[in-house]
């Protein structure tokens, strides 16, 4: 009777079937179905992947915690989806909350594995302890086999095989019938510099839900780095448009700006469009570094480096123009990433 239940919950709210989630359906860690209710809303909020979304999913989260303060997987809900935040806002606040509510994941239940991912996730970002993160992800995979280290670790780690062979493995047991999980895939493969495959992905989200517009800001940013600039200014256009409400006016000045005069002044009008619009340093930064102003670009990546860190921004190409500067190489060893890891950024390309 659970189950069928747990089914229908998740039928009706049409949540993306991740592992996590489908283990969820036959263990609910909850006696309350109340509170299991309100968690699985907030896992469908969390998923849809926006700014109003996740702040309703807290608020489920948080309701499915006052029916049972010892649901330990809402405190793993309620993590996830401030640590989102946290990145979407450069909020220190809201990646604090996230720290906090992994902890407690684990507190309450030790052999949760999802506990310790996150937690994992949370030291790594938070306390930039690499070690004890990677202890959090090991005692993951020994009480679940199918989570483990996820992906962004090894890209900290600069392993790009590694990470690949980790983003491989997910697509393997999870849904990937919604726009998120193939726009995740792609940004994960941008990152690996698998820009084929990213663009794929890219593509197949944009065919589930045409008008998400941060699909096209991800093909915009695989193109640039390919050289394909005319297909990143129409990407990254359609970007604002659909992110932001642009008029079609503006969006035909970026495409004339670009025709007339090149990609370093389309660069120039599109930060003046984003920048009021988006507060996350390190997207500025990133435009700051194609249009050549490194100084300013690394003044945004200081100010990123204050908070606790979501980006994997170390292997990342769109930072390549960065890369051979001496300032960058202070700021991998300002984040307190070990040696090894260091000199395998540093001889990615652009270095």
């Known amino acids: 009777m659970e189950e069928k239940i747990a089914t229908e919950i998740t039928q009706s709210l049409r949540i993306e079937l991740t592992p996590e989630i489908e283990e969820s359906l036959s263990k609910r860690y909850t006696a309350d179905i109340r509170a299991y209710e309100a968690f699985m809303r907030g896992e469908s909020l969390h998923h849809q992947r926006t700014t109003r979304a996740a702040l309703e999913a807290i608020e489920s989260y948080e309701q499915a915690i006052s029916i049972d303060p010892e649901y330990a997987r809402a405190y793993v809900g309620l993590s996830r989806t401030h640590r989102q935040l946290g990145w979407w806002q450069s909020s220190k606040e809201h990646y604090e909350e996230a720290r906090k509510a992994a902890q407690k994941a684990v507190e309450i239940d030790d052999q949760l594995a999802e506990g310790h991912q996150q937690l994992g996730r949370m ?38 095989e590694d990470a690949i062979g980790a983003v491989e493995r997910e697509m393997a ?11 995740n895939r792609g940004w994960a493969f941008l990152f690996c510099r698998e820009y084929e495959r990213a663009i794929q992905h890219a593509r197949k989200s944009l065919d589930l839900q045409p008008q998400w517009g941060t699909s096209y800001h991800l093909l915009g940013q695989i193109y640039d780095r390919m050289g394909r600039h005319d297909e990143a200014v129409g990407a990254l256009s359609r970007f604002l448009s659909l992110s932001f409400d642009l008029s079609a006016e503006e969006t035909a000045d970026l495409q004339r700006a670009y025709e007339k005069e090149g990609i370093e002044v389309f660069w120039n009008q599109y930060l003046e469009l984003l920048q009021p619009r988006w507060a996350r340093n390190y997207d500025i930064s990133v435009i700051y570094g194609m249009m050549g102003e490194k100084d300013l670009a690394f003044a945004e990546l200081e100010k ?23 300032r960058f190489q202070e700021l991998l060893r300002k984040l307190n990433l070990p040696e090894e890891a260091i000199q395998r950024h540093l001889a990615l390309p652009g270095s």
């Open 123 to 160: 030291v790594a970002m938070f306390d930039r302890d690499w070690l004890r993160a990677e202890r959090e992800f090991s005692k993951a995979e020994e009480l679940n086999p199918n989570l483990g280290t996820p992906y962004e670790f090894h890209l900290w780690m600069g392993n790009l």
């Open 173 to 183: 047991r999870m849904d990937m019938t919604t726009a998120a999980s193939q726009g």
């Open 304 to 326: 990123m480096c204050r908070l606790p860190l979501h980006h994997t921004f170390p292997p990342d190409p769109q930072v390549d123009p960065l890369r051979s500067d001496p």
